[in-house]
Every structure is written in structure tokens, then in C-alpha cells.
């Protein structure tokens, strides 16, 4: 799984071999997107899906559906910038789907008048494990994306330190305090932290049914403030944390076994093994007496709106959504349908359990283009917070004055 903070471009290479007559093997980008040659079509597939696992599964997923409708399916495994769509968009080599995108990228294209909007009837909420996913790939009250994996981060627990889960993060910076116990991650990361500035009504920019506004943001108010309140007592008050922890001395941390607990997401579970690391994965504790509202990060599928062949390309787009889930589960992915978190291929994994039940109570990263202005001042100020330099109040107002400007510069 890949860490989804900050995640504004994803770097890949193009395959470059031919797809055959109902395949889907590695095609062309230059090809053409549609022809009618003898009454045939042809649709073409970008893939961003990142785990080397997935591309040869999702071309035998494509080729089948090709096969069953005769249709031609030129499929690339892109590796390119993310970002090279917005100049092929409007070229003869743009694909009718691209699948593997994050969603907080759909703004942005959604914006240059690139996303098809989902058809009616498309996305059921009813099969969905919690709104998130829906609200992710929502635009101003509008879909212009089909989810179909989610992260979000959980807690690490070393149970050769700590016997029982703490039920509340209350308890668990009581029993972080102990000798030989800790607690550790990424504490001025704005990734990390949402949750804490989120779960007593702080929030990035409102959310007024299924529109997000820019010019109403969150973070400075009452609940933001609680939150940054928590963050900073960590470190100075707690001294549980050092004002500098990173990534990576975060992980180093529980890795080695200076920290029992610790606060990260499926991508660090590989590392977890490697170390020998006798560890339980939980969902994060409650935090004010509230389930803490996590940053949720989803992966998405979208078509054209300059397609030709939007007919044919949301009928595929149905079978990937209803057949895709063995795909992500088999790269250690979590589904966002409750049908994929509740097969028995998805519960063998039991380190993934918990992240999809923290998933449930996740908030889709805001999926505006605004929200570009947003991390650097909020990881800025997290850092000036945690070195004492400046009280949680005043952070959350230079967060928001920050961001207003930033905005104010796109």
C-alpha cells in the first residue's frame, strides 16, 4: 500500500507492447483512442495502480470483459506523471479511463472540464463500507469518480511491551509514560495529526453537502484548537515525543522497540515483519470520548469527459468496479465495498482488519485543488507549535491566514 499523504503526483514508466484484438496487454498511449473500422471499437485504459502485482491481474480483468463484448482494449501500464494527463486530455492519444488515482488529484482535473460525471445509479451507497468513499470522489454534490481502495493510518501496538489496547488516547499517553513503554509518529506532519484537529469539529474547509468550501476552513476553531492543544502537550508537557520527529525516526522508533505504540499506515506493515516485531495492528482510540476521524486516502477510477466512447467506457468501468475486488485485496489493499472487507481473502490478512475498521470512521482528504495551499503552512506551524515557539491558538490562526494566502496566489 503507498503512504497517500501529500500525494499530488505518482511516478511511473509506460509499456510499451501492443494489446491483441480483445486485450488489454500493455498498450500503446499513442494509440487511438476509439475506431469503427468493420464495426469494431477500441478503449483505452491508462493504469496508475502502483503495486507490480496489480497491472497483469487488472489486464486479465479488461481482457475478459473485451472478449465478452468485442470490444479492442489498448491498455497501458503508465508510468508517467500523473500530471501528464492534463496535456494529453485534449490530444488523440488520451484514454477514454484512467484507474489508480488518488482523489485528492480529482479536483484539479475536475476543474479543467476533464471528468465525466458518474451516471446515475453507478454508485450505491448501500454497498459502500461508510461514506467516504463516495464523498471522495464528490465534486460539488456531484461523482466524477469510482472508488475502489482506501487507506487510512491505525495504531501499531508492540505486545511484548504492552499487553491491552488502550480504549481511549487519554490512556494510552498515561500508559506511553511508563518506563520502557513510548509512544511515537510523525508529529508535525498534517497527514498524521488530522485526526486529533478533526474528531472535536475542527475541519479543513467545509463541507456543505457534498460541496467543499474554500473560504470557510476549520482549523483555528474550537475543536482545531483542542487538538493542537493535545499535539503540543505530547511534546512538551508529556515529552513523549521530540519536537524533530520524523518519518522516518518515528518508525525507527517502533521498530527497533524504543515505542510501543505507534501511529502509521498499511505500507509500514512489511517493515513490521522484517524487524520481528511481535505486533497488533488496532484501530486508533477514541480521543475526547469521539472515534477519531483519521485523514482517509482513495484510489479512483475516472473517465473522459472528452471520450467518445463514454457508453462503452462506463460499461467497463461497472465490471471493474464489481470484479476488481480480489485485485487489491491480493496487494494488501483495503476495498471500499463491504463486500471486499467482509470475504475471507480480505479477513485472512488480519492486519488489514484493523485499518478497514479505522477506514469507517476516515475523512476523505479535501479533493479541491485549494487543497494544495494547505500543507506546507500547516506542517510549518505544526513545527514552530511543537518547538514551543507559538500556543495552539495562535497556530491554528497562522494555519488558517496561511492558507487563505496561499489560496488567494493559485
Known amino acids: 500500500m503507498v503512504k497517500n499523504k501529500k500525494i499530488l503526483s505518482l511516478i511511473m514508466t509506460t509499456a510499451l507492447m501492443m494489446g491483441t484484438l480483445a486485450g488489454c496487454s500493455g498498450g500503446s498511449k499513442d494509440a487511438a483512442t476509439s475506431s469503427s473500422s468493420g464495426g469494431d471499437k477500441t478503449i483505452t485504459v491508462w493504469s496508475h495502480m502502483t503495486s507490480e502485482s496489480e497491472f497483469p491481474k487488472f489486464q486479465e480483468l479488461v481482457e475478459k470483459w473485451g472478449k465478452d463484448k468485442g470490444v479492442k482494449v489498448n491498455c497501458v501500464d503508465d508510468k508517467g506523471k500523473i500530471q501528464e494527463y492534463m496535456q494529453a486530455a485534449n490530444s488523440s492519444s488520451a484514454p477514454d479511463i484512467m484507474i489508480g488515482i488518488p482523489h485528492d ?40 469518480g469510482v472508488p475502489y481502495a482506501q487507506e487510512t493510518v491505525s495504531l501499531f501496538i508492540n505486545k511484548d511491551k504492552v499487553k491491552e489496547v488502550p480504549k481511549s488516547f487519554e490512556e494510552l499517553v498515561t500508559k506511553a509514560k511508563e518506563p520502557g513503554v513510548g509512544f511515537s509518529y510523525s508529529v508535525n506532519a498534517l497527514f498524521y495529526n488530522l485526526g486529533f484537529l478533526t474528531t472535536q469539529g475542527g475541519y479543513v474547509f467545509k463541507n456543505n453537502n457534498g460541496t467543499l468550501d474554500p473560504n470557510d476552513i476549520g482549523l483555528s476553531n474550537e475543536g482545531a484548537i483542542k487538538g493542537l492543544q493535545f499535539i503540543q502537550d505530547l511534546v512538551i508537557k508529556d515529552k513523549l515525543l521530540a519536537p524533530d520527529t520524523t518519518d522516518d525516526i518515528a518508525k525507527n522508533r517502533f521498530m527497533s522497540g524504543d515505542a510501543a505504540f505507534y501511529i ?17 495492528i488496532a484501530a486508533m482510540p477514541t480521543f475526547g470520548g469521539k472515534n477519531v476521524t483519521t485523514a482517509l486516502g482513495v484510489q479512483t477510477a475516472f473517465v473522459a469527459e472528452k471520450s467518445p466512447n463514454k457508453d462503452i467506457a462506463w460499461d467497463l468501468m461497472k465490471y471493474i468496479q464489481d470484479n476488481i475486488n480480489p485485485i487489491i485485496i491480493d496487494s494488501g489493499r483495503i476495498p471500499v465495498t463491504k463486500e471486499g472487507v467482509e470475504s475471507d481473502a480480505f479477513k485472512a490478512n488480519k492486519d488489514m482488519i484493523a485499518f478497514a475498521e479505522q477506514a469507517k470512521y476516515a475523512v476523505p482528504m479535501p479533493n479541491i485543488p485549494e ?29 488558517v491566514k496561511q492558507i487563505k494566502e496561499g489560496i488567494a496566489q493559485q
Not at 463500507?129 to 463516495?134: A, F, L, Q
Open 105 to 144: 488529484n480529482l479536483g484539479t482535473f475536475q476543474k479543467a472540464g476533464l471528468l465525466a460525471e458518474v451516471p446515475s445509479g453507478l454508485l450505491d451507497p448501500s454497498k459502500y463500507t461508510s461514506k467516504g468513499p463516495i464523498d471522495a470522489v464528490t465534486i460539488g454534490g456531484k461523482q466524477y
Open 264 to 280: 502509521s499506515g498499511a505500507w509500514d506493515t512489511a517493515s513490521a515483519k522484517a524487524a520481528n516485531i511481535n505486533y497488533e
Open 371 to 399: 487543497m494544495q495551499a494547505v500543507w506546507t503552512p500547516a506542517g510549518n506551524m505544526l513545527t514552530a507549535m511543537t518547538a514551543g515557539q507559538q500556543d495552539p491558538k495562535t497556530t491554528g490562526e497562522e494555519i
